[in-house]
């Protein structure tokens, strides 16, 4: 078996580390949903649903911009489950989700690895 990239403490979450689930960026998460099976996404939300408060817990104790790696990947894993929660609980597992309009239209602008913030933006008034 390949090295652990998880805590040892969610070593039944590691399946699905090493399924590729713990990815950085949203555009990255939303591919993985889209390509995945019905039944893989109904299997990962079962999975990780029922351990959610203990990985929030567990990495609460970590500083966002300065996780260890496999803390980093456990929070890419957790954030897949919003891409993962939205296509089970709302479109029955859908792995397009969007009924309207095809998801592979939906492209994240701002595509930034998790952990890290976009600068604020400074409004000013009008001095005109």
């Not at 390509?35 to 996404?41: C, K, Q």
């Not at 296509?87 to 952990?115: C, L, T």
């Amino acid at each position: 078996m390949a090295d652990p990239l998880l805590p040892q403490e969610f070593a039944d979450l590691e399946p699905l580390a090493q399924a590729g689930w713990c990815l950085a960026t949203e555009r990255e998460r939303t591919k993985k949903r889209r390509t995945s099976t019905t039944e893989e996404l109904r299997a990962f939300y079962a999975t990780v649903r029922p351990r959610l408060e203990a990985v929030l817990d567990y990495l609460d104790q970590f500083a966002v911009d300065n996780m260890p790696t496999k803390e980093q990947n456990l929070l890419n894993l957790t954030l897949s489950m919003t891409e993962v929660a939205f296509a089970v609980e709302k479109y029955k597992g859908n792995p397009s989700g969007f009924q309207a309009i095809e998801a592979s239209r939906f492209v994240p602008v701002h595509d930034m690895p998790s952990g890290t913030a976009p600068k604020p933006t400074l409004y000013k008034a009008d001095d005109g």
